[in-house]
């Protein structure tokens, strides 16, 4: 192996390429490839293989939900070294407009991996606080009539800020057999509610090392009962402690959830562990 290149299965030479990848996930059943349904990174590895005529292996830079959406999305692959990646990235986009689009393709050295190699991923969640829906943003924002208070919505997230076990905000994953349960602790970086506008669109944007499944609509559906009333500010801390899910509010739906960007700077959260 030379600067990335090596011979693939059929001696044709390869090298690692990245793609950025946006995408409306409303109708696919998540990123990741599953058996029988339909995917994103299905869908973009057919294409990419429809394009470059070989098969094709994708790393993903995260794994989001049936529902969610995909703004800053990475994926990583080898490729044969004579592709053109921007006629690759102009077929891509013709053939899964306009639910998938890819942008900014890049050759990049063998071991850059956008799953293992990213530092810190940052999602946007959306509301559309007002008695009357948006049609507009019907897929992409969550519909929420009564008003909402930002205020403690803000004294919430700080609590969350850090170094935390957030098992209160994650599903509980099974451990692959003859292996121990796979630690939930997560380093918090950002978390902030914002009106962007002087319209009903309430933003909410969250930075972490990683973030563990269903975590951040379990963290935005806890933070709206902050809002309501419902959860007082001050009790963010105990939900932590007590690294139970019955602990939190509730989860917010996929609609207004959109991973927006995968940073790839600095060190990895577990590279000291």
Not at 27 to 40: C, I, L
Not at 75 to 95: A, C, H, Y
Not at 182 to 207: C, G, H, N
């Amino acid at each position: 192996m030379t600067d990335g290149v090596e011979p693939g299965v059929t001696g044709q030479l390869l090298r690692n390429a990245r793609l950025l990848v946006a995408y409306d996930g409303t109708d696919f059943r998540g990123f990741a490839e599953s058996d029988g349904v339909r995917t994103v990174a299905g869908e973009l590895r057919g294409a990419i293989e429809r394009v470059v005529r070989r098969p094709v292996e994708l790393v993903l830079g995260g794994r989001t939900d049936a529902g969610v959406h995909g703004w800053g999305q990475v994926v990583n692959g080898r490729l044969p070294v004579e592709t053109d990646l921007f006629k690759l990235t102009s077929s891509i986009n013709q053939l899964l407009r306009p639910e998938i689009s890819v942008r900014d393709p890049a050759w990049v050295d063998d071991e850059f991996s956008a799953r293992f190699s990213a530092t810190s991923r940052t999602y946007r969640y959306d509301i559309w606080n007002d008695r009357s829906p948006n049609p507009l943003l019907a897929r992409h924002a969550w519909h929420i009539g009564p008003a909402v208070d930002i205020g403690p919505m803000n004294t919430a997230a700080h609590f969350l800020l850090g170094n935390h076990d957030f098992s209160s905000f994650c599903r509980k994953p099974k451990p692959a057999t003859g292996r121990d349960e796979p630690s939930l602790k997560r380093e918090l970086q950002y978390a902030r509610w914002r009106q962007p506008d002087s319209s009903a669109l309430v933003r909410f944007e969250i930075t972490a090392s990683s973030f563990c499944h269903q975590m951040v609509r379990s963290v935005v559906g806890t933070l709206v009962d902050v809002g309501f009333g419902r959860i007082d500010a001050a009790d963010i801390p105990g939900i932590l402690a007590a690294r139970d899910r019955n602990a939190a509010g509730q989860v917010a739906p996929p609609t207004g959830l959109t991973l927006w960007h995968i940073g790839f700077g600095g060190s990895r959260w577990d590279a000291t562990l």
